[in-house]
Nanobody, 116 residues
Framework: QVQLVESGGGLVQPGGSLRLSCVAS????????MRWYRQAPGKERELVAT????????NYADSMKGRVTISRDNAKNTAYLQMNSLKPEDTAVYYC?????????WGQGTLVTVSS
């Protein structure tokens, strides 16, 4: 069974940091590009970051560029999203995503709330 499980969300003050994790199972993790998306209340889901299969290439949304780093550990079947200098507008549910050959898989999401 293909599964993505996110963790690491929570309440953080503006300017703070969080590290999200996404543990994958049911497929060969090292062969697929991994993505992080987010969806803020009342807004459409937005692509935040992408990382290549080996981690050699990454891309970021302009809204978070310079404040976020995506990484992966293929030995642990885990993708990460390190977020720094968080702002209230970063409040959202953050989702891990993978596009397999015939299906697109989403995790359940982890809520990040940035508030004082």
């Amino acid at each position: 069974q293909v599964q993505l499980v996110e963790s690491g969300g929570g309440l953080v003050q503006p300017g703070g940091s969080l590290r999200l994790s996404c543990v994958a199972s049911g497929f060969t993790f090292s062969r697929f590009v991994m993505r992080w998306y987010r969806q803020a209340p009342g807004k459409e889901r937005e692509l935040v970051a992408t990382i290549a299969e080996t981690g050699s290439s990454t891309n970021y949304a302009d809204s978070m560029k310079g404040r976020v780093t995506i990484s992966r550990d293929n030995a642990k079947n885990t993708a990460y999203l390190q977020m720094n200098s968080l702002k209230p507008e970063d409040t959202a549910v953050y989702y891990c995503n993978v596009r397999l050959l015939t299906v697109e898989v989403w995790g359940q999401g982890t809520l990040v709330t940035v508030s004082s």
